[in-house]
């Protein structure tokens, strides 16, 4: 593992007034590279080859350059030419599924924004469990083995890949039968969990290590096939199809004034737990992925420790960014802002 003070040793060799934001173009590439300019940054888009064009055409980035593979972003050689250009990365969703939250960790020189040891606690299971534990709230059942399901639930893989193999099953005999449907070596490292009848709701935070202060950025709802699809015709079907979760799209939402508070409870007491698990804790973007029950009580069944695509929604700002800002804050710019407001103190802010 790479330690902060190496991360802060290489900050100071870096010209503050030439920094440069960077991130893999993909993702929220696009939302993080505007926060940046708008923010008065040079940026840097890391892309594989074909994509250049893409980038160019917005504008955004100062520089592209092009790896074959993204985890040779991790080759001292580039690793080089991004401290050079005093480089900040910004991890987001794809970014930490191509590159790997072990390769961050252990292997990146380069200035992460954000406190890189989070990166693990939001990828391993066991460990965000135990940090939504911490903070108290409200999650769903787990069953360690088959033979254990008594009710609705939902059976997961690793990683961020967007609810994919994801199934449903009622008791062992399901699970057997749906488990049948995935390929061997994708079958490793299921959770089961119960599955929580509801309305989701996926809240963008900002914590900022500077005010000490939680923000609430945005809100929305992933798009996820063919389980949204199957119910809109769910009164015609006869027989249906297993539900997918494969995220599509993201859509807005607001939520009932009257929930805001407990929103805002779940995030403060996720910040303050995890400052106790891994010191400084949480900094910059994350997401909840909750559900509100009939009780209008949420329940928590997972965290992004990092930008979500559903801040995409918001790149000239939400409802509720408006109510903190009186210029269009997106979360990319919300983290722009963060750094440039760190100063000279860039540590407090990069770990
Ligand atoms: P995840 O990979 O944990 O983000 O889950 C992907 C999708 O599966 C979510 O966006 C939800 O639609 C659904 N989902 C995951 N866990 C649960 C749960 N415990 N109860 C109900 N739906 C869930």
Known sequence: MISSDEIHKVLEGYDRKKLTIATIGSHTAIQILKGAKDEGFRTLVICRPGREKFYRRFGIADEILSVKDYQ??????????????????????????????????????????????????ESNRAREREWL????????????????????????????????????????????????????????????????????????????????????????????????GVARISHLLTEHPNPSFVVAGNIPVVARESLLPSMMDIA?????????????????????????TEELEFVVFEISARIVAGTNLYMQGSPYSQLLYREPMSMGRRIAREIKEAGKRLDRVIY
Not at 91 to 114: Q, T, W
Not at 142 to 148: A, C, I, K, L, Q
């Open 72 to 121: 040779d972003i991790l080759n001292a050689q580039f690793q080089q030419e991004l401290l050079k250009r005093n480089v900040i990365l910004i991890p987001h969703g794809s970014f930490v599924e191509y590159v790997e939250a072990k390769n961050i960790e252990n292997r990146l020189r380069v200035p992460v924004f954000g406190n890189r040891a989070v990166l693990d606690w």
């Open 133 to 228: 534990r911490k903070a108290g709230l409200r999650i769903p059942g787990e069953f360690s083995r088959p033979e254990d399901i008594d009710r609705l639930s939902i059976v997961k893989f690793p990683g961020a890949r967007g609810g994919r193999n994801y199934f449903l099953a009622n008791n062992a005999m399901e699970f057997e039968e749906n488990i049948k449907g995935i390929k061997l070596e994708d079958r490793e490292n299921f959770t089961i969990q119960e599955y929580i009848i509801g309305i989701r709701f996926y809240p963008h935070y900002f914590y900022s290590p500077l005010k000490d202060r939680v923000e609430l950025l945005g809100i929305d709802i992933r798009y996820e096939t063919n389980v949204d």
């Open 268 to 292: 403060e007491n996720l910040v303050n737990a995890s400052k106790a698990l891994f010191r400084p804790g949480m900094v910059g973007p994350f997401c909840i992925e909750s559900i509100c």
